[in-house]
Nanobody, 129 residues
Framework: EVQLVESGGGLVQPGGSLRLSCAAS????????MYWVRQAPGKGFEWVSS????????AYADSVKGRFTISRDNAKKMVYLEANNLKHEDTAVYYC??????????????????????WGQGTQVTVSS
């Protein structure tokens, strides 16, 4: 069974940092693109970041570029999101998502739906003073 388990969320003050982790199991982790997606209260899903199978290619939403860093450890079957200089608008549930297809990225450029790939249960990030 494919499983993704996120951790590392919490309450942080504006300007603070968090490191989100995602532990993967039940599939050949090193052959799938991985993503972080978030959902703010009352809003739809927002793609945050992508990482290729080997980790050499990454991409970020404009809203987090320069502040967030995605990485992966294929030996440990882990993907991470280092979030720095956090802002109120970063408050959301953060999900780790596995692409449904091996070796390539198929994430849509338009609105993201929950039926894309496999999702973890999410971890809450709250940025508040």
């Amino acid at each position: 069974e494919v499983q993704l388990v996120e951790s590392g969320g919490g309450l942080v003050q504006p300007g603070g940092s968090l490191r989100l982790s995602c532990a993967a199991s039940g599939f050949v982790f090193s052959t799938y693109w991985m993503y972080w997606v978030r959902q703010a209260p009352g809003k739809g899903f927002e793609w945050v970041s992508s990482i290729s199978v080997g980790g050499s290619t990454t991409a970020y939403a404009d809203s987090v570029k320069g502040r967030f860093t995605i990485s992966r450890d294929n030996a440990k079957k882990m993907v991470y999101l280092e979030a720095n200089n956090l802002k109120h608008e970063d408050t959301a549930v953060y999900y780790c998502v596995k692409d449904p297809a091996p070796y390539r990225s198929t994430i849509p450029s338009g609105p993201l739906q929950a039926d894309f790939g496999v999702w973890g249960q999410g971890t809450q990030v709250t940025v508040s003073s």
